[in-house]
């Protein structure tokens, strides 16, 4: 089993930044890929940005590209989410997830596991 914390979520001005954290432990050897999802409140979750376990690939979905960056310290097991420019549309609650599948999407029914979520707000 993994298991994933997610921290650095807040309250951030219009073209403010923040840069979310996700600590994962747990049985990590079988994990492929790593992704951020976000949902905002009365909607579906979504995929944000996505990574290889072991980096450096990467993709994005086309709201976030040129604004936010994924990365990951496997020395340190935690995943991270550079987040720039924001813009309220941005506002929602953000989940780090991982997989062991072997597809690479950013189709949320592909990760097994998920964290509690960190909430975002842009005002």
């Known amino acids: 089993h993994v298991q994933l914390v997610e921290s650095g979520g807040g309250s951030v001005q219009t073209g403010g930044s923040l840069r979310l954290s996700c600590v994962f432990s747990?049985?990590?050897?079988?994990?492929?890929?790593m992704a951020w999802f976000r949902q905002p409140t009365g909607k579906e979750r979504e995929g944000v940005a996505g990574?290889?376990?072991?980096?450096?690939?990467?993709f994005y979905a086309n709201s976030v590209k040129g604004r936010f960056t994924i990365t990951v310290d496997n020395a340190s097991n935690t995943l991270y989410l550079q987040m720039n420019n924001l813009q309220p549309e941005d506002t929602a609650t953000y989940y780090c997830?991982?997989?062991?599948?072997?597809?690479?999407?950013?189709?949320?029914?592909?990760?097994?596991?998920w964290g509690l979520g960190t909430q975002v707000t842009v005002s």
């Open positions: 997830a991982a997989t062991s599948a072997t597809s690479w999407n950013l189709n949320p029914s592909n990760y097994n596991y």
């Open positions: 747990g049985y990590t050897n079988g994990i492929r890929f």
């Open positions: 990574i290889i376990a072991g980096g450096p690939s990467t």
